[in-house]
């Protein structure tokens, strides 16, 4: 959630954050940590939001950065409907960000179909393997954002341009000592997916 946070948001940019529990609550505080300006979308907790509240809102505000959206606010038990903001965000140049965190590996979540420009997980959830390193997913419209952003990223750790560095074939810039047996552990958790069949997975919960 904050790797998502630091990498996009820059101080003043204004973003919507949907919040009806405690994760949306915890998403509206990482953006103002990060100086960015939070336009809440709050619903009474238990119901999940409607798409046209939020198409008012890109209408009504110029120049919204982001929308960020929790799938299934875990404190709760809502499910939100995804598949149609998107598209919204596309229509008006805002980034899509989706917390996927007790979502992934346990129902559908469909990174690209949906238009959603940083998907972030985690891995004690529906993944099922113990906690330490997250799955995050940056489009390519989230990495040009990056990319030409002015103010220096608030996390070091988290500075997914430094961290591009260290990937980078030609650079090969040491970040940091990534938690090597993490890896070996969600190789094993994604293993034992396979074994059982995303699908049946699925339904199972
Ligand atoms: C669990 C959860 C988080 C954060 O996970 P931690 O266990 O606090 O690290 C974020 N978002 C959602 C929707 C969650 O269920």
Known sequence: MEAAIVNLIQPDDAIIVWINGIFG???ASMVERCGGQV???AVPW???LDPEHIEHHLKATKHIKAVAI???ETSTDVLQPLEHIGQLGQQHEALYIVDTVTTLGGMEVH???WHIDVCYSATQKC???PPGVAPITFSDRAVQCIRRRQAVCTSWYLDCSLISDYW???RRTNHHTAPISMTYALRESLRLIQEEGLEARIARH
Request: aromatic letters at 4%; a negative charge; charged letters at 15%.
């Open 25 to 27: 609550t915890r998403l």
């Open 39 to 41: 336009i809440p979308l």
């Open 46 to 48: 238990g119901q999940p």
């Open 70 to 72: 929790v799938h299934a």
């Open 111 to 113: 990174g690209d179909a």
């Open 127 to 129: 993944l099922s393997y």
């Open 168 to 170: 980078s074939e030609s």
